[in-house]
């Protein structure tokens, strides 16, 4: 029995140090990460998508989508950054950290 109590001990040290791992990053709430940031965009994109067509997405539809179509088609560029704008602003997250996340940053410099 000694050495089963010791193992649930040493299990449950080990369980709250990778939870703690897994909180633990860059974020706090006055200074949002970049992962906690997509997840609220994301977040917000899946509400439109429920709105736009009365269900989730499917795993190969795209969240940044035409509005005008009947069905989830792929948005335009200028229409996925103002979508990604507009989630940003909805979710009160940065803009800027998230177009360099995504590798947008410089191609949007040249749309403003």
Do not use: Y
């Not at 507009?86 to 803009?95: D, T």
């Amino acid at each position: 029995m000694k050495s089963r109590n010791h193992a649930d001990t040493r299990k449950r040290r080990i369980d709250r140090n990778a939870a703690r791992r897994t909180t633990d990053h860059c974020c706090s709430p006055r200074k949002i990460c970049v992962r906690c940031s997509m997840m609220k965009v994301v977040q917000h994109r899946f509400k439109a998508f429920r709105k736009a067509f009365g269900r989730n997405p499917l795993p190969n539809e795209p969240l940044f989508f035409a509005e005008d179509s009947p069905s989830p088609r792929t948005a335009t560029g200028d229409q996925t950054i103002q979508q990604l704008r507009q989630a940003a602003e909805a979710a009160m997250v940065p803009l800027e950290p998230l177009l360099k996340f995504l590798g947008w940053h410089d191609q949007v410099l040249g749309w403003r």
